[in-house]
């Protein structure tokens, strides 16, 4: 999402400061536009001093830390963005918001917008901005390569994309997956890499006996990532998400655009998608889910 | 000539060469003597050091280097030095856009005078494990592959290439490779051993970090002649790096060097979990281990026998060469009267049985045991009749050995002993001394070479091999069975058994 905007305003200067590495440093280093640096926590806020003595930015945009409100000088336009759907998350961020201090609140989807008028204070509803992630058109489209650079072996490919958070819940995925003819497989794109998780999803994957069914990939860049959504769209695949709240829905988002079909079950943004490749399921409805997958391939 | 100043706000310019990614800043400071007992001497003084770029804007550094501090931004303290100059040396991250670093030397505290012996220096490196993301490395690394011949993907726990160690198996493999005509890319455990990037014709070598960027760049180009080996490294990388390369249509070959699920036991390995392993196993086109119990145990965890092999590891041709006259017949001749043993390599009580070495040395006070290696337990009570050498090169090795009437590999019996294929049993064969060993792998199998089976075998073992005589046929047997044991011969073994068949492919 970030990197994304970076592209889509090339006239920009972005400074991208991250507090953690979650992989995906080399895609930002990329952008001509851009400069990105990870800083830890404890320095953050000399380091935020420093750089607005010399630097002088027009806004600061700032996500999943309301803290960082409070470590940039009074003159500097200051816009918050909301992106996560987990309640307990939320209001911690608008419990320990300066709201005094911020100019702007962004959120990426109308349901959000609903959502966040109705927990902040009264006073700042005027502040909330609906401004929808950007996907990059250049790279999530349906233009076909002639070559294939995946091989599914002859299987009917299911996409799951994301964290292995309780939130994602990769374990619905898991268990849809063992519902199903074996001709389906799970690939299972992993934006996570801590052991502890990863095991985790591969024990329940082997209780239920689908490891031979099963791919895990890591680090994929955003064009394999979309090569993986249009290649699965011509062998049948469908991306599944099983995620239990979406503030906007990036990956079902990115599969639509790549032409390939989504079940997924129906929360939080995922309907202002609007498009008809996107079959949704009462969420939590498992067996539900698994029949939506199969009349995707009946043609239902 | 050295020239005293007292601090007093002085800036140094730096330009920045192109390509710089770190610099060094060395500032020699003091306090006169009459300083010394001074309350906050350690701060007496600072250098700050700001970047920037061309137009002379500030860039953003790096987070890794510096503290910093609201009033003078980016700083290190002097360690200066009472009475006489000390040095301070402070590294830093340079950002590609970066064109100068102004460095001030301030006075942080007024009452404690500090002086500069000299200004500031600086010297300026490309770090290569910050160089090796650069496209055109990588892009090196993978043009000009002849016709019919592989990328390797070595993904390892073993150093880099330029390790002054002699190298594990994929170390010594990856030059076997090579020497194929293969182009071997290759990803140590860590950056130690990382000095060029191009270590050879054929080798390539990059921190672990940039295997994505690799595949990236392989699977753009549609590269379809490519391996994929993760050698005794199954984290959670190299299994999605597995899944990844099969569904690019690449083969995929997990190498088991050792049984790292004990290696974890004993408190190595943080890494490693068993599911991830067995993943691996059950995932990859082939698996390659070093002995039958490790094949075993890899089909135990879901290989399939038809695809799983074992090929041990070997000899380097050039150290049998080397070592010829150390397997004369005046060779093993000049030992006989020999009362040494000896061993080399690591000693920790994880595996090593000390309890087992000393006891024997304690009761056979006529036999001398000389050990080098690296890693024995402090305060150990060690015998007269033990001499630990520590480290030692693999030269000094050569001279030490031929005063040995014997090798020992005397571990603890555990899973962890089962699975090894001891490298040190080809040296010590190669310099041409019997071995005494505890059961592990196929080195039953190997010439000039005992078993023991219990503590008290491992005594008359020794006693045995010291009162003993060599034959002429074991000298035969030793020179058959070293001639078929080159890593170069390991290596055409992989390639073929991952082709299907035939040698060289």
């Given at each position: 999402m970030l990197r994304s905007r970076a592209v889509a305003h090339p006239a920009e200067k972005h400074w991208f400061l991250f507090e953690q590495n979650w992989g995906g440093l080399e895609e930002f280093n990329k952008l001509a536009n851009a400069t990105t640096r990870i800083i830890s926590g404890g320095q953050l806020q000399l380091y935020i001093h420093y750089i607005t003595k010399n630097i002088s930015f027009d806004e600061v945009r700032i996500t999943s830390n309301p803290i960082l409100i409070g470590y940039f000088p009074s003159n500097v336009k200051i816009i918050y963005e909301f992106h996560t759907s987990n309640d307990v998350i939320l209001a911690r961020e608008i419990y320990q918001m300066a709201w005094n201090r911020v100019d702007e609140v962004w959120v990426p989807s109308n349901w959000m917008f609903t959502k966040i008028k109705e927990l902040i204070?009264?006073?700042?509803?005027?502040?909330?901005?609906?401004q929808k992630n950007i996907i990059d058109a250049s790279i999530f489209n349906e233009i076909r390569k002639e070559s294939c650079l995946f091989d599914f072996e002859g299987s009917i490919p299911l996409i799951w994309i994301g964290r292995f958070d309780l939130g994602k819940n990769v374990s619905d995925f898991i268990k849809t997956l063992s519902l199903l003819p074996d001709e389906y497989i799970g690939v299972v794109v992993s934006l996570d890499s801590d052991l502890l998780r990863m095991t985790e999803v591969l024990s329940e994957a082997l209780a239920f006996g689908l490891w031979s069914r099963l791919r895990i990939f890591l680090n994929l860049r955003p064009w394999q990532l979309s090569e993986l959504n249009r290649q699965a769209a011509m062998h049948n695949g469908i991306y599944c998400s099983t995620s239990?709240?979406?503030?906007?829905g990036y990956t079902v988002a990115e599969a639509s655009y790549c032409g390939l079909p989504t079940v997924a079950y129906d929360v939080g943004a995922l309907r202002e998608h609007n498009t008809d490749l996107i079959r949704f399921v009462d969420v939590g409805d498992l067996f539900g889910f698994a029949e939506e997958v199969l009349s995707v391939r009946s043609g239902e | 000539m050295v020239t005293e100043s007292m601090i007093e706000d002085r800036e140094f310019i730096f330009d920045v060469p192109p390509g710089s990614t770190r610099a060094t800043i060395e500032v020699s400071s003091f306090v006169p003597v009459?300083?010394?007992?001074?309350?906050d001497l350690r701060k007496a003084a600072l250098v700050s050091v700001h970047l920037t770029d061309s137009e002379g804007e500030i860039v953003i550094p790096s987070d890794d280097d510096l503290a910093i501090s609201k009033k003078v931004g980016p700083y290190s303290y002097l360690n200066s030095g009472v009475g006489k100059p000390q040095t301070t040396v402070v590294d830093i991250s340079v950002p590609a856009e970066c064109a100068r670093v102004i460095v001030t030397a301030r006075t942080w505290v007024k009452e404690i005078e500090t002086y500069l012996t000299a200004a500031p220096k600086i010297t300026f490196e490309e770090d290569p494990a910050k160089n090796l993301l650069m496209k055109s490395q990588i892009n090196e690394a993978i043009k000009n592959i002849r016709p019919a011949k592989k990328v390797i993907i070595l993904y390892t726990t073993a150093p880099g290439m330029d390790h002054p160690s002699l190298g594990l198996r994929p170390n010594r493999l990856a030059r076997v490779f090579a020497q194929m005509g293969h182009r071997v890319i290759f990803f140590p455990f860590g950056s130690a051993g990382i000095e060029n990037t191009r270590y050879a014709e054929n080798i390539y070598q990059f921190t672990r970090d940039i295997l994505p960027e690799l595949n990236d760049r392989l699977s753009r180009l549609g590269a379809s002649n490519v391996v994929f080996i993760c050698s005794s490294f199954p984290d959670v990388n190299a299994i999605a790096a597995t899944d990844l390369a099969k569904s690019f249509g690449w083969n995929t070959v997990y190498e088991v060097r050792d049984d790292m699920e004990e290696f974890n036991r004993v408190g190595y390995s943080k890494w490693y979990h068993r599911r991830l392993e067995m993943y691996m196993a059950q995932r990859s086109n082939f698996v390659v281990t070093v002995s039958p119990y490790l094949a075993r145990k890899m089909v135990m965890m879901g290989a399939q026998e038809s695809t799983t092999t074992v090929i041990p590891n070997g000899v380097d041709r050039e150290f049998f060469t080397k070592t010829a006259g150390l397997r004369t017949a005046e060779a093993f001749s000049s030992r006989a009267k020999s009362r040494t043993i000896g061993y080399i390599g690591h000693l920790t009580p994880s595996w090593f049985d000390w309890p087992l070495v000393l006891q024997t040395a304690r009761k056979n006070p006529s036999l001398q045991f000389e050990i080098i290696g690296h890693g024995a337990p402090n305060n150990i009570n060690i015998p007269s009749n033990i001499n630990l050498l520590g480290p030692r090169t693999h030269d000094e090795f050569l001279v030490i050995s031929r005063g040995w009437r014997m090798g020992i590999i005397p571990f603890r019996k555990s899973r962890l002993t089962y699975s090894v294929d001891p490298n040190k049993l080809y040296e010590y064969l190669c310099v041409g001394i019997p071995v005494v060993s505890a059961r592990m792998a196929s080195v039953d199998t190997a010439p000039l070479t005992r078993v023991y089976y219990d503590d008290a075998q491992f005594a008359d073992l020794l006693v045995e091999n010291v009162q003993g005589y060599f034959k002429y046929e074991d000298l035969e047997s030793l020179e058959d069975y070293l001639s078929k044991c080159f890593w170069d011969q390991r290596g055409n073994e992989m390639m073929s058994f991952i082709a299907g068949g035939g040698g060289d492919n």
């Open positions: 204070p009264l006073g700042h509803e005027k502040k909330i901005i609906v239990l709240g979406e503030s906007f | 009459q300083f010394a007992e001074a309350k």
